[in-house]
């Protein structure tokens, strides 16, 4: 088993910055890549960030070159940086755990809020 904690979400004005944290415990031996998530309202669930347990990373268009996601080993935590958000980042953010052995469910955390005011 696998928990993850976000945090870090919160209230902020179009150009602002937050930075997401997931915390990660239990058998994180067993993940392969952590991702962060976003869905709001209406809309469905999609991903916006990746790293891998060897660190290589990958980003959706939308966030290129605006959020950076990164990781501390030492505190099994992985951080989303968000610079120049817009109004349409607001959503739910979701930190998600895939674990190397593809026939086994996926870990998620609870989320958290991120609005981004005009």
């Known amino acids: 088993q696998v928990q993850l904690v976000e945090s870090g979400g919160g209230l902020v004005q179009a150009g602002g910055s937050l930075r997401l944290s997931c915390a990660a415990s239990?058998?994180?031996?067993?993940?392969?890549?952590i991702n962060w998530y976003r869905q709001a309202p209406g809309k469905q669930r999609e991903l916006v960030a990746s790293?891998?347990?060897?660190?290589?990373?990958k980003y959706v268009d939308f966030v290129k070159g605006r959020f950076t996601i990164s990781r501390d080993i030492a505190k099994n935590t992985v951080y989303l940086q968000m610079n120049s958000l817009k109004p349409e980042d607001t959503a739910v953010y979701y930190c998600?755990?895939?674990?190397?052995?593809?026939?086994?469910?996926?870990?998620w955390g609870q989320g958290t809020q991120v609005t981004v005011s005009s």
């Open positions: 239990g058998s994180i031996f067993s993940i392969n890549a």
């Open positions: 998600n755990a895939r674990p190397h052995d593809p026939s086994e469910y996926d870990y």
């Open positions: 790293i891998t347990t060897g660190g290589s990373t």
